[in-house]
């Protein structure tokens, strides 16, 4: 059986719905000590991607030149871009071939306060 299709006003009313639980639903994650840790962290490794297209960007190359610099296939570059895991050897080599350099900081995680219901 075909379903009938929804008006636009419905298709708008339930958008409307769908976002109010979402930010509902986000609301209540946020108040997770562990959510925002995992968070957190994601967000770290996504900045670590960002900065690094950005840095081959800056120096006007394509992956194809970074990798005959790196001297490696171009499908590390690509990979290495796309979030996958890496060395910081790799990431040295990386923004060598871009040229840059960079330092490593190293500093201690904020303490999670624990919720007295999780305790």
């Known amino acids: 059986m075909k ?23 986000m609301a209540r994650e946020w108040e997770d000590p562990a959510f925002r840790a995992e968070h957190e962290a994601w967000l770290r490794e996504y900045d670590a991607e960002v900065a ?15 990798a005959r610099r790196m001297r490696t296939p171009r499908a590390n570059v690509r990979r290495i871009e796309s979030g996958q895991n ?26 999670v306060r624990r919720v007295a219901a999780l305790a």
């Open 3 to 25: 379903e009938k299709a929804l008006t636009k006003a419905e298709r708008n009313a339930l958008r409307e719905r769908l976002a109010k639980r979402t930010r509902d639903e």
């Open 52 to 66: 690094m297209a950005e840095a081959r960007r800056k120096a006007n190359i394509t992956q194809a030149e970074l």
């Open 86 to 111: 890496i060395t910081l050897a790799t990431l040295a080599r990386y923004l060598h071939g871009c040229g840059f350099d960079f330092k490593l900081r190293i500093f201690p995680l904020r303490k």
